[in-house]
Structures are given as C-alpha cells and as structure tokens.
C-alpha cells in the first residue's frame, strides 16, 4: 500500500510542480496524465524515476521525453473523442497509451521489435483496446494507408519531411521537434487544406533524432 501512495504522490507532484507550470492547463491532458501510470511504462530498472524531470533510456538510443515535453505535446495535439491518431516512434508506448485515451483510434509505429512488443504489452496491461502497434520504419517507402486528424513524432527531425503533413486530413495537427541539437523548435503544423500547412512555433528543446532523419553530414576540405 505505501508504495502505491509514493506512486500517487509522485505523480500529484509530476502534474503539479513540472507539467501545469510549464503552461499545460488542458483539463483533458492533466485528467489523464493522472490516469495513465507512467511508472508501469518505464523500463522496470528505472521505475523509481518514472515522474523524474528527465528523459529516461530504453534502449537502441531511444528514450523517454520528459514529462513537460509530454505534456506540451499532448496539450498541442488538442486530440478529440472522435479523432485518429498516428504516433511515430512508440517507445515506451506512454504516449500512445495517452493518445488512446483522448482520442477515437491510435495507429502507433515502431522500428524496434522489442520495444514495440513491450509497448503492445503495457498498453493491453493498461486496458486500453483502441491502440494499434506496428513494426515499421518509416523511411522504408513505409504508407500507412490512411490520413489522420493527428500525428505525434516522438523524437526529432532535422527537417519535416513531406510524407509526415500528407497524411494529415484536412485540419489535421502535427507535432514534431525540428532543427539542430542541441536548441531544436517543437512546432504544430496544421493543415488548413489540401495545399496550405500553417506552422507554429510552440517551444525550445532537445530530443534524439528519429533514424533516418538526422541531420545529412557536412563534409569539409
């Protein structure tokens, strides 16, 4: 029972003392970073750092944001009931759980085996029945054969590629971190219809470039 009470205290603090005074006030977005048990996400060695400010590994050079950037990124998204969401890079399978819970449906990508299977099993443990995990890379020619109301990109990209803003129906938001570490832009790129996307700068950080969009090398002579 105590151990229990440690978790529910920490994650009251999480929510108090990092994520709301970083600017996230949606009701919807706190409601259910308090429902999800972030500590049942994270590697079993790092579970006593679970609401820690800071970016927990889980292997391959992957890792879990911080709980802010989180929360920011939840909050951006503005997920509805009704919406589909696409996550790119599972992880840990948090933030996916998250989306599950404030959206219709989530389609959720990850290039590691592994991970991706340890996602699909905290997720199911969770409960949750509307989030779907694949093994994919998307620099593979990889198509998710549909368009989304919101896609998460859970680690960084030197420059937005194309493909990500086409899968976006119309009036669909995209979350993605951008530029040169170590000061990147987490930005929210809205498609306002078929030929216009409206970009909007939300916040600095720093995240591990997602494989396959690193910045290109720069040789000099």
Not at 23 to 41: H, N, Q, S
Not at 42 to 54: C, E, M, T, Y
Not at 121 to 128: F, H, S, V
Request: glycine residues 6%; proline residues 5%; charged residues 25%.
């Amino acid at each position: 029972m105590a151990g229990t009470l440690n978790f529910e205290r920490a994650r009251f603090n999480m929510i108090e003392q990092q994520v709301r005074p970083w600017e996230v006030l949606d009701a919807r977005v706190l409601e259910v970073m308090a429902e999800v048990k972030r500590e049942d996400f994270v590697p079993p060695q790092h579970r006593k750092l679970a609401f820690a400010d800071l970016a927990i590994p889980l292997g391959h050079g992957e890792s879990m944001m911080k709980p802010i950037v989180e929360g920011r990124l939840l909050q951006a998204l503005a997920v509805t009931p009704d919406d589909e969401v696409l996550e790119i890079g599972t992880g840990s399978g948090y933030i996916a759980a998250c989306l599950a819970r404030l959206g219709r449906q989530v389609w959720t990508v990850e290039r590691h085996a592994d991970l991706a299977e340890r996602a699909r099993a905290r997720i199911g443990a969770a409960g949750i029945r509307n989030c779907q995990v694949d093994i994919a890379d998307v620099t593979a020619s990889w198509q998710p054969g549909r368009s989304f109301d919101a896609i998460a990109v859970t680690a960084a990209v030197a420059e937005v590629p194309s493909t990500f803003t086409q899968w976006l129906k119309p009036g669909g938001r995209l979350f993605v971190v951008r530029g040169q570490s170590p000061v990147m832009e987490a930005v929210l790129m809205t498609r306002d219809d078929a030929d216009h996307i409206d970009t909007r700068s939300l916040f600095e950080t720093d995240l591990p470039y997602l494989h396959g969009f690193e910045p290109r090398a720069e040789f000099r002579f």
